[in-house]
């Protein structure tokens, strides 16, 4: 008979695990962004349409809230375990679906595991990172910051072995991941030990995620312009397929970086002084990153990913700091309130992308990303180290 094992709150073991799972999850939920212009070209897609795509992924994260209360209330550990399996295996299928309708539901349903995957895993690796979430937290950002930076290698690579049908076969990794989760976690109960209520919490929440909703609204302008529409650019820009794919993984690697770095410097210095120092960087270098060419593109690209990308990390601890009676609720509010920011601004960055350019539109990101810098001063500080 099986003994359950309780996780232990000292142990760096999950965090390493969590975050490895991470790397294989997003693997695949990066799939989309370097297949667009060849799926644009496929179905003869607006970018208004292919931010659609886009969006289609992010509806699931209504369910965020509720998936973190589910996990709070009974434990999530299937939800992280399944997770990278379901997701490679939807994703893989992209290059087979015959029409925009079916690739809608792919994504939509892509979307439904990838956020039983995000809200159930933070509060776990912020529980076993004990004091140091900025630290553990980095970990598993770093994780999938890794993952979205190989994934349009890999998907780039098997679409030009195999054709864009042949993509499916890259979902072997997922399942590998999703078995070595399984024997990692199927001994442990990660049930909390202890029951808060959390309708007494209600006004912290709203006190908190209110304001939190208008920094991340800024933020996600910025977020969205370069993470789905920065290989559209730069094919428009004459640049090859395989260089827009190279691109996007410059600046995903360059996030992985920052988060290793800004994350645990946070737990030092403040969340809210290195999200500020991040924001303002990133939105004085688009300007510049938009006027250069050739290999110049690189250390611009380097840059911008390493200080625009690592607030995720920042936002994440920030709301682990407040919340550590109802980490995974709060991460499941946190992660609504960013998806669907990011899904409404790449529908808004699309139209004005289709109407004005895509330069217009990154100039027009960096400026709102700069506004998200007064407007986290309305954000409430309950720790000290926010």
């Known amino acids: 008979m099986d003994t359950k094992i309780k996780v232990d709150p000292d142990s760096k073991e999950q965090v390493y695990v969590v975050a490895g799972g991470h790397l294989f999850h997003d693997l695949y939920t990066s799939f989309l962004a370097p297949l667009l212009p060849t799926l644009i070209d496929n179905f003869s897609l607006s970018l208004t349409s292919a931010g659609f795509l886009s969006t289609f992924a992010r509806i699931p994260s209504i369910l965020n809230p509720f998936i973190g209360y589910l996990a709070d209330k009974a434990g999530a550990k299937y939800f992280v375990i399944l997770s990278p399996a379901i997701t490679a295996s939807l994703m893989s299928l992209l290059g087979l679906a015959p029409s925009f309708y079916?690739?809608?539901?792919?994504?939509?349903?892509?979307?439904?595991?990838?956020?039983?995957?995000?809200?159930?895993?933070?509060?776990?690796?912020?529980?076993?990172?004990?004091?140091?979430?900025?630290?553990?937290?980095?970990?598993?950002?770093?994780?999938?910051?890794?993952?979205?930076?190989?994934?349009?290698?890999?998907?780039?690579?098997?679409?030009?072995?195999?054709?864009?049908?042949?993509?499916?076969?890259?979902?072997?990794?997922?399942?590998?991941?999703?078995?070595?989760?399984?024997?990692?976690?199927?001994?442990?109960?990660?049930?909390?030990?202890?029951?808060?209520?959390?309708?007494?919490?209600?006004?912290?929440?709203?006190?908190?995620?209110?304001?939190?909703?208008?920094?991340?609204?800024?933020?996600?302008?910025?977020?969205?312009?370069?993470?789905?529409?920065?290989?559209?650019?730069?094919?428009?820009?004459?640049?090859?397929?395989?260089?827009?794919?190279?691109?996007?993984?410059?600046?995903?690697?360059?996030?992985?970086?920052?988060?290793?770095?800004?994350?645990?410097?946070?737990?030092?210095?403040?969340?809210?002084?290195?999200?500020?120092?991040?924001?303002?960087?990133?939105?004085?270098?688009?300007?510049?990153?938009?006027?250069?060419?050739?290999?110049?593109?690189?250390?611009?690209?380097?840059?911008?990913?390493?200080?625009?990308?690592?607030?995720?990390?920042?936002?994440?601890?920030?709301?682990?700091?407040?919340?550590q009676d109802h980490r995974a609720t709060g991460n499941g509010v946190y992660l609504l309130i960013s998806l669907l920011s990011n899904a409404v601004m790449l529908i808004v960055i699309g139209y004005i992308g289709d109407h004005s350019g895509l330069k217009t539109a990154y100039l027009i990101s960096a400026a709102a990303a700069l506004l998200s810098i007064p407007a986290l001063k309305l954000i409430p500080i309950f720790e000290e180290n926010s």
């Open 102 to 323: 079916t690739l809608a539901m792919l994504l939509f349903f892509a979307g439904i595991s990838s956020t039983m995957f995000h809200a159930a895993s933070p509060g776990l690796v912020a529980s076993a990172s004990n004091n140091r979430k900025g630290f553990g937290l980095s970990l598993f950002m770093a994780g999938g910051g890794l993952g979205r930076t190989l994934g349009p290698l890999l998907v780039v690579w098997a679409a030009a072995q195999w054709g864009l049908p042949g993509i499916y076969r890259t979902a072997v990794l997922g399942w590998a991941a999703s078995i070595v989760l399984f024997f990692q976690f199927r001994k442990f109960d990660l049930k909390p030990s202890k029951q808060h209520s959390l309708r007494a919490a209600i006004p912290i929440f709203k006190e908190f995620f209110l304001p939190l909703s208008l920094v991340l609204i800024l933020r996600s302008t910025l977020t969205a312009s370069l993470n789905t529409y920065l290989p559209i650019y730069m094919v428009q820009s004459g640049a090859p397929l395989w260089m827009a794919g190279a691109a996007l993984s410059t600046l995903e690697l360059a996030g992985v970086i920052g988060a290793l770095a800004i994350g645990p410097l946070s737990d030092t210095f403040g969340r809210r002084k290195s999200i500020n120092i991040s924001m303002f960087i990133s939105s004085v270098l688009v300007p510049v990153f938009l006027q250069v060419s050739g290999w110049w593109i690189i250390p611009l690209l380097l840059l911008l990913g390493f200080f625009s990308l690592s607030t995720g990390t920042l936002f994440l601890a920030l709301v682990q700091d407040h919340f």
